[in-house]
């Protein structure tokens, strides 16, 4: 079994900062990429920033930035930097990892979300 769980969410005014984490647990052999998404009310869960296992980064325009994805390979870990955060950037956020279980086979894996809301 492989588990994905996301923490720091919360609550911050227009402006404020946040960093989101994602820790990526059970049975891996190794993970091909991480990212993070969003859904805010009304609308479909949205991309916004992804990171490869060579580094490669890719972020959606409207984040760009003002967001920064990092990770930490040695604790299969991903982080997600946000920074002047606007109302829009409400919604819950999901962690998402493409990655070879142990058992074989390569799939993607989903978190439980977390709410950020931010305040105008």
């Known amino acids: 079994q492989v588990q994905l769980v996301e923490s720091g969410g919360g609550l911050v005014q227009a402006g404020g900062s946040l960093r989101l984490s994602c820790a990526a647990s059970?049975?891996?052999?190794?993970?091909?990429?991480m990212g993070w998404y969003r859904q805010a009310p009304g609308k479909q869960r949205e991309l916004v920033a992804t990171?490869?296992?060579?580094?490669?980064?890719n972020y959606a325009d409207s984040v760009k930035g003002r967001f920064t994805i990092s990770r930490a390979n040695a604790k299969n870990t991903v982080y997600l930097q946000m920074n002047s955060l606007k109302p829009e950037d409400t919604g819950v956020y999901y962690c998402?990892?493409?990655?070879?279980?142990?058992?074989?086979?390569?799939?993607?894996?989903w978190g439980q979300g977390t709410q950020v809301t931010v305040s105008s």
């Open positions: 998402n990892a493409n990655l070879f279980p142990t058992t074989g086979g390569r799939y993607e894996y």
């Open positions: 059970g049975s891996i052999s190794s993970i091909n990429s």
């Open positions: 990171i490869t296992n060579g580094g490669r980064t």
